[in-house]
């Protein structure tokens, strides 16, 4: 069975750093492209960010280009977010997703609300 677990969401200030963690078990995570996610309140799916398979290539959306950084482990098959100079409209839950293009799988998320 496949698991995304993300974990490290929670309350912070405007201009704080967290750290995301999404732990993947039950499937081959160095063969799948990973993937974050946004949903903010009241709005649709969001790209964040995605890494490749071997963690070379990394993508970021324009909100959060030169703030967010995406990273794994696949030797501890975990996957990372580190979330730098946080806005309110950063507030959103945030999923982590397994990407092999003909099947993906989704983490259940993790909320991040930015507020002073």
């Known amino acids: 069975q496949v698991k995304l677990v993300e974990s490290g969401g929670g309350f912070v200030q405007p201009g704080g750093s967290p750290r995301l963690s999404c732990a993947a078990s039950?499937?081959?995570?160095?063969?799948?492209?990973m993937i974050w996610v946004r949903q903010a309140p009241g709005k649709g799916l969001e790209w964040v960010s995605d890494i490749s398979t071997d963690g070379r290539n990394a993508y970021d959306a324009d909100p959060v280009k030169g703030r967010f950084t995406i990273s794994r482990d696949n030797a501890k098959n975990t996957l990372h977010l580190q979330m730098n100079s946080l806005k309110p409209e950063d507030t959103a839950v945030y999923y982590c997703?397994?990407?092999?293009?003909?099947?993906?799988?989704w983490g259940q998320g993790t909320q991040v609300t930015v507020s002073s």
């Open positions: 997703k397994a990407d092999r293009t003909v099947v993906a799988y």
């Open positions: 039950g499937l081959t995570f160095s063969s799948y492209a």
